[in-house]
């Protein structure tokens, strides 16, 4: 029997057309898809006809699942890895297999298509020729203010997600490292409905940030340190 492929396949960051026709087709060839959250994913699949069997395949889990995956390819299963939003393995489950498929010399074929960092630095007016994605800045704030000392200085794009619960602090502590003239970009619910996009002074977001409703998935993108609107 010949060996299965593994497909990272990009789904939507919100609007749920974002999704493309390649994706659509590579899904609906697989007969399993491994998810973040079955739940999510079968609003997707069902918006398209795609009839699969889903694996929840998250943080927890990842270590088990990808075991059992791996078996399911190496017996010829086609199977494709998503996640709840955007591309796996960029902040999102997805890593660990795709480095057991390299290992055991399984293909693994990207499908392409909406990321949040790229789509929130696109639309930002930050320089775009050299930038830096860091994830999520940390639980703690020990954690954050240590990651934006590091990177007090850089003369490039930082590029960081962060979560409705956090946002306040972390631009806080934006605005005590990096002084109140740093230019920012906010950006929140990309493609949504109640999406938002606010490019200035870090002062200036802070002044207006409680006109701001702290729902959803946030991307804040930090400007050079010479960097002027």
Sequence with gaps: MNQGRLFVV??????????????IEILGQCPIIACEDTRTSAILLKKFN????LIPYHDKNERFQTEYLIQKIKAGTQIAVICDAGTPTISDPGFRIVREC???????IPIPGPCALTAALSASG???????????????????????????TFETT???YESCHRIGKFLNNIFSIYGSNRV?????????????????????ILSVIHKISFKGEFIVLIAPLSYRL
């Design 102 to 108: 390299k290992k055991n010399d399984i293909t693994v």
């Design 158 to 160: 930082l590029i960081f």
């Design 126 to 152: 930050l320089p775009t020729h050299h930038f830096l994605f860091l994830g999520f800045p940390g639980h703690k704030e020990s954690e954050r203010i240590r990651i934006l000392e590091k990177y007090t």
């Design 184 to 204: 920012v970009s906010l950006c929140k619910e990309l493609t949504k409905i109640h999406e938002t996009i606010l490019t200035a002074s870090i002062g200036d």
């Design 50 to 53: 795609i009839t699969a069997t």
């Design 10 to 23: 990009a789904t939507p960051i919100g609007h749920l057309d974002d999704i493309t026709f390649r994706a």
